[in-house]
Structures are given as structure tokens and as C-alpha cells.
């Protein structure tokens, strides 16, 4: 939420109007035209709309809402060639929609498959636009539009061999505990066959209002080639359908959000893509805390568990550095009696069972990681050693000099990479 002050350009040292100041919703400006102010926000509306506010006249009576609240979220609007340009997410996948400034739609803009558009970039008086496009099989490419003409050309892509038609990308929709509906992503070889026993990476985040999106990465195209399948949930307590959504996985409903990636890894046992000990779940900083509660609720279900810089003490976390801010998300056992009660059932670090099997793990963290203080990893690692059954290998990764991952050297990251594939090659039997 927040509010909106303005000012005219010239007048340096006069006050700030306060046009938005009840903080009620999310507010963005996208643009104005003379006294008329559009705006993106979620009031009244989870998915978000367009208005247009006139300065002169602001009290909320006289807003006119231009484009409406669809079942689809707007991802990003911008303000180009006299349009509004909107992102909405459909089914977990970019669709781009032309408005005119009366909010009329004019057109979509064609895509080249099922992904993601980001860094959308043009002037409000241009009659062109950029922005790029990936997706798990299109390496991320920069395409120009043109609104005079309505032709889309390709203006720059990286020079990466990758011979798509000998791959598939599938998004099926899976029942979660409660009934949910739950979307998932696979992408593998297109002659995969489904003998129960191919080794399976199974991605997820499930928190914040954080949409798991297509993209493209060269490590996964790796891991493709190698007869693996790479799987992404998209779980309840992201963004991909709107604040509802997000809502359903945060607080005390964050349980649903461990329902929704067990029943995803119970969805691929049961059609046959993959069996429990060629199941690896991966995950990091709050998908870290995924895979740790999920692994210690169902430790049987997985044949490895690669778990990055994970919350861990769900009691404790908002105690250090920048955890106190994520108290909206996840609550406050200790000052909350009510949060105590659901937060205590799925702390990982405090449900781990003495003398339980658990799959083999391999924990990352980093000495000087200042979000998720590498305490969390510390003591999940320590406390499965002592308890554990000891048949499988129990391991820590800890980074020296590195943070929570953003900026971190490429040799880092290559090492960092080489460590995680060595591990699962090693516990799946598999070959370079």
C-alpha cells in the first residue's frame, strides 16, 4: 500500500499535494495529461485496474475506471504511443494488450509462444516499443514493436544453440489437498517415455506475491539433455493469479502451500514420469523453507532435496537482520498466540523427528548473507545430522564471502552449479 503526494515540476519550494492519502491499496502512476492522472490499483480490485484521477476534481466519486478487473492480473502497465500497454498473466504465461487512453482495446500484441515479457521500454509520443521475450525453450530475446505498422521484429537474440523440436514444454493442472486447482509446467525430451522412472527436478516458491514464471536457462537445458525433467509448480502464496492467490499460501494458511508442492510430486509418481527416488526437489530462501517443510512432513516422497538459503526457524526468524518484514507474510510467534499455533506445526527446525530417514540433502547458505542469516542453515543442517537415520547423506554448502545470491561472481555460481548437478548425478546414478 501507499500514498500519493505531487507537486508542479516548477514550484521547488511549494507543498506537496496529497491527492492518495488514506493508504488503502497499491497506487501506481503511469502517466498524466494536463490535470488527469492514470493510475494502476488494486482497490477494489485484488487482480488490479486502470484509473484515471483529475487533480482539480480528486475526490473518489470522480474517478472513471478505464480498463476493469479481468480474472487475469496485470502484471505491468506502461504508457506508450499515446496507449496504455498492459501485461496480464494468463494461465501463468504474458499476454501484451494495446488501450487506447479511453481504455478501449485495440489489440494484442502476438507472442511467440507460451512465456514471460519483461523490460518493456518506449516513450509516451514514440511510435515504438521493446521488450523481451522468454520461455523454458526460447532463450530471452529482444523484439521491437512497431505501432504504426503492428509488426513485431526480432532486434537482438543471443547466439545460443538449442534445437527446440526435440523438446516439449506442457503446463497440466493438478488437484492440491483441498480440491485447488494447481498449475505445473513440464518441460523434457519429446521421446521421454513415461516408465516411473525418470529423474525429475521439481522447482517452486509458493510466497510474497511472487510469480513463477517461464524462463530460460542454460543449466535446465542440461539437465534436459541428460533425459531429465524439469517441473514448476505454481504454487498458492505467489502472484499468478492475483492477491487471492497470494493470500491463500500466507499466515495461517501457509499449509497450503506445502499441500500444493506435495500433491505436484505426488501428481508425477502416480502418470508415471517419475518414481519417489528420482524425485528431487529444489527450492531457495522462501522456496527453501518449501522444500524443508515439505521434506520433513513427507520425507519418503523425495529422492533428494536441494534446499538454498532456507528459513528455517519459523519461530525465530523475524529476530534477525530483515526477517521483521516479512511478519506480514508469515505472522509473529512471539507476540501472536494465534500465530504461534500454525507456525509452530510447520517450522521445519522444529519438526524434525529423531530417528526418521530423511532423503538426501544438500543444504546451500553463505557466511555473509544478510537476508536469510546463514544461521537457518546452520542449525537445519546440524539438527537432521543428529537425528537422522544416517542412511542417507545429510550436507552443507557454505559460500565464503557471498551473500543471498544477486551479484555473485560468475565462477561462484558456475562452482555453486557444479556442486548441486554432481550431488543429484551422484544420489540418481546418472551420467555426465
Not at 496507449?83 to 494468463?90: N, P
Not at 538454498?308 to 526457524?313: N, T
Request: proline share 5%; with cysteine.
Amino acid at each position: 500500500r501507499n500514498n500519493i503526494y505531487y507537486r508542479k515540476v516548477e514550484d521547488e519550494n511549494g507543498e506537496f499535494i496529497k491527492l492518495l492519502d488514506k493508504m488503502d491499496a497499491n497506487y501506481d502512476f503511469i502517466f498524466n495529461e494536463g490535470s488527469t492522472f492514470y493510475f494502476s490499483t488494486d482497490k477494489d480490485a485484488p487482480n488490479k485496474r486502470i484509473i484515471a484521477i483529475d487533480i482539480q476534481n480528486p475526490d473518489e466519486n470522480n474517478w472513471k475506471e478505464l480498463i476493469p478487473e479481468t480474472a487475469d492480473p496485470i502484471q505491468r502497465t506502461d504508457f506508450i504511443n499515446h496507449h496504455f500497454l498492459l501485461e496480464y498473466s494468463h494461465n501463468v504465461h504474458s499476454q501484451l494488450k494495446i488501450f487506447d487512453t479511453n481504455g478501449n482495446y485495440i489489440k494484442d500484441i502476438e507472442l511467440p509462444t507460451l512465456g514471460t515479457v519483461g523490460g518493456i521500454s518506449g516513450k509516451w509520443n514514440e511510435p515504438e516499443m521493446f521488450f523481451s521475450f522468454t520461455s523454458f525453450l526460447y532463450p530471452s530475446t529482444i523484439f521491437r514493436f512497431d505501432f504504426n505498422t503492428g509488426k513485431t521484429d526480432v532486434f537482438k537474440k543471443p547466439e545460443i544453440k538449442i534445437d527446440a523440436e526435440n523438446y516439449v514444454t506442457k503446463q497440466i493442472f493438478y488437484q492440491s489437498k483441498d480440491g485447488t486447482k494447481i498449475p505445473m509446467f513440464l518441460v523434457h525430451k519429446k521421446d521421454l517415455e513415461l516408465n516411473d522412472d525418470n529423474p525429475v527436478i521439481l522447482n517452486a516458491y509458493g510466497g510474497f506475491n511472487v510469480s513463477e514464471v517461464p524462463y530460460f536457462s542454460v543449466t535446465n537445458l542440461f539437465w534436459l539433455q541428460k533425459g531429465g525433467i524439469f517441473a514448476l509448480a505454481n504454487l498458492r502464496g505467489g502472484g499468478e493469479f492475483g492477491e487471492k492467490w497470494h493470500q491463500a499460501g500466507m499466515l495461517e494458511n501457509k499449509q497450503n502451500v506445502f499441500d500444493d508442492f506435495i500433491s505436484a510430486a505426488e501428481w508425477l509418481i502416480e502418470n508415471h514420469y517419475t518414481n519417489s527416488e528420482k524425485l528431487a526437489i529444489r527450492g531457495g530462501s522462501n522456496g527453501g523453507l518449501l522444500v524443508a517443510a515439505c521434506m520433513v512432513q513427507r520425507p519418503e516422497l523425495f529422492g533428494a532435496v536441494l534446499c538454498h538459503v532456507p528459513v528455517i526457524d519459523m519461530l525465530r526468524y523475524h529476530k534477525f537482520t530483515v526477517g521483521r518484514y516479512w511478519v506480514p507474510e508469515y505472522g509473529n510467534a512471539e507476540k501472536n498466540p494465534e500465530h504461534f499455533k500454525f507456525m509452530i506445526k510447520y517450522s521445519p527446525l522444529h519438526n524434525i523427528r529423531k530417528g526418521t530417514c530423511y532423503p538426501p540433502t544438500l543444504i546451500f547458505t553463505a557466511d555473509t548473507d544478510d537476508r536469510v542469516v546463514p544461521a537457518h542453515a546452520d542449525k537445519f543442517a546440524a539438527t537432521l545430522q543428529e537425528n537422522d537415520c544416517g542412511k542417507n547423506p545429510i550436507l552443507i554448502r557454505i559460500e565464503k564471502k557471498a551473500g543471498h545470491g544477486h551479484g555473485k561472481p560468475i565462477t561462484k555460481i558456475l562452482d555453486e552449479i557444479s556442486d548441486e548437478y554432481s550431488f543429484l548425478f551422484k544420489i540418481f546414478q546418472m551420467k555426465f
